[in-house]
């Protein structure tokens, strides 16, 4: 197809952002941004041709993480989305490092509720020697409760070494996400720059850890901005990506900030998938609060949801992010539903209304 100024029809947008995805190629730049520019009443074929990329890489299958927050707040850094950043008012949890039986105790409901990876997260720029040991400990105490869990640590930024110790204990991933485009990371953070980043990520995948690496959406990023950080992300190749959608904490710089719709996400995760087609694409914090109602066209797109509560704010139960998955024709990785469970609620008889003297539910 001839590259011209118009945007191209939606068949023949999404027919080659499809045929780039399967053969694992570098979609067209300007095919991303006209899968962003598309309109509401597309949503649909849009999921669906995302739909394609998911499915051939990762059949019906969906991937739960579980986060553990061993020291949250009280970051020296300062990040305008976070909650937990240096002169954050936001009334959240602030303790150092947990307890290990605390830890192991959420741990092991985690996996119970049938967690493939668990993702070990502490607040502050970059971990020192002892915090990289202690994490170490716990790494390798997982791998030996729970064999065939996969852990991932999130610790800030790495020193060299640091990767390579985490390695040696049985940590399989390293998470750190670049957040935004390159372009305006210092309207978000002055403590650290986009290079940092960049060079994190890069630092864990030499030191033989799996790169975990994504964004946040809703920040005022342009549909440029969008696509850029998602190009600069591929040429780190990361094995997985979380696509955050920003919760505005009161108490942070940007509280208030609502600009994303249900509809917006659903074509943010569906470039994504198109640029990692192989990837693992997670729906990670803000899903519940951004997707609402749309949540489960998401499992369209991406193959994978964290479990249970976020950093600082609460997710949906985990049994109704369980009975999302089965509804929509989907099976949790690893994890066989116990033979003959009843899942079916009982009809609940109406005692409200007329006839009652309850109030309608109207």
């Given at each position: 197809?001839?590259?011209t100024?118009?945007a191209?029809?939606?068949?023949d ?6 045929g ?5 190629e570098a ?14 009443e597309?949503?649909?074929?849009v999921v669906s041709?995302?739909?394609v ?14 986060l553990?927050n061993?020291r ?5 850094e300062?990040?305008s ?8 008012a936001?009334d959240i949890?602030?303790?150092?490092f947990?307890?290990d039986?605390a830890?192991f ?6 996996v119970a509720?049938g967690?493939?990876r ?8 970059g971990p020192s ?6 994490v170490a ?7 030996e409760?729970f ?6 640590t999130?610790l800030g930024l790495?020193?060299?070494?640091q990767?390579?110790?985490?390695h ?6 390293y998470?750190?996400?670049l957040?935004?485009a390159?372009?305006r990371?210092?309207d978000i953070c002055?403590?650290h720059t ?5 060079d994190?990520v ?10 975990c ?13 969008i696509?850029?950080?998602?190009l600069?992300?591929?040429r780190?190749?990361?094995?997985s ?5 920003l919760?505005?904490f ?6 208030g900030?609502?600009?994303l719709t249900?509809?917006r996400?659903?074509r943010i ?10 990837a ?9 609060l ?8 998401a ?5 994978s ?8 704010s609460?997710?949906q ?5 369980l ?5 929509s ?11 003959g ?7 609940a ?5 007329p ?6 539910n109207?």
């Open positions: 197809m001839t590259i100024d118009a191209p029809e939606l068949s947008l999404l027919h080659s952002l499809v780039s995805a399967l053969e694992l979609p067209r730049r300007d095919f991303l941004l006209a899968l962003l520019r598309t309109s509401d597309d949503l649909l074929e041709a995302a739909g990329v998911r499915r051939r890489f990762f059949a019906n299958r969906v991937k739960l993480n579980y553990v061993l949250s707040g009280l970051c020296p300062d990040c989305y976070c909650s937990q950043r240096r002169g954050s936001a949890l602030t303790y150092a947990v307890e039986h830890a105790d959420s741990i092991g409901r985690g509720a967690a493939k668990v993702c070990l997260v502490a607040s502050g720029r020697a002892r915090e990289i040991e202690r400990l716990i790494a390798k105490t997982i791998t409760r064999p065939g869990v996969e852990v991932c999130s790495l020193r060299p070494g990767g390579e110790a985490l040696d204990a049985g940590v399989f991933a998470n750190h996400n957040n935004t390159e372009e990371y210092g002055t403590t986009y290079a940092d980043r960049v994190t890069g630092r864990a995948t030499e030191e033989g850890l799996s790169p690496s994504g964004a946040i959406f809703g920040m005022g990023e342009s549909d440029e901005d696509v850029n950080l998602a600069d992300l591929r780190l190749r990361p094995d990506v979380p696509v955050n959608f919760m505005p009161e108490g942070t710089p940007l509280a900030v609502w600009e249900p509809q996400c659903l995760l569906a470039l994504m998938r198109f640029v990692f087609p192989d693992e694409v997670r729906v990670a914090a803000g899903r519940e951004h997707l609402r109602s749309l949540q489960p066209l499992l369209h797109i991406a193959n949801i964290f479990l249970g509560d976020y950093l600082t609460e997710g139960p985990s049994r109704a992010d009975d999302m998955i089965e509804d024709g989907f099976v949790v990785e690893g994890h066989e539903p116990a033979a469970a009843d899942s079916h609620p009982p009809v008889l109406r005692r409200r209304g006839g009652t003297e309850a109030p309608p109207a």
